[in-house]
């Protein structure tokens, strides 16, 4: 049996989506935080300058920020969903 949410929309659909959206949360995060270590690596063998390479640096970390900033709120997401029953708004 499918229980569907007010405004229509199935919630093992909606459940389904949010675990996708987790999983590919996770693989986006997992990638740039491969890249910040790799960036990591080549700016402590000085194989660039230090100027590019901080750069490259700052820009790797940001990265990785802003995914797992977005891996945490698709958790948070999920978790409220499954264990609170909220729905988020379609997108």
């Known amino acids: 049996m499918s229980h569907t949410t007010g405004g229509g929309r199935n919630l093992n659909e909606i459940e389904r989506q949010w675990f996708a959206r987790v999983k590919e949360a996770q693989a986006h995060y997992r990638q740039a935080a491969e890249h910040q270590k790799l960036t990591i690596e080549v700016l402590n063998k000085a194989v660039i300058e230090p100027a590019d390479g901080n750069y490259a640096l700052a820009h790797a970390n940001r990265a990785a920020k802003l995914a797992l900033d977005d891996l ?11 264990l ?3 729905i988020p708004p379609a997108d």
């Open 72 to 82: 945490v709120r698709c958790q948070e997401t999920l978790v409220k969903l499954l």
């Open 84 to 86: 609170q029953g909220d």
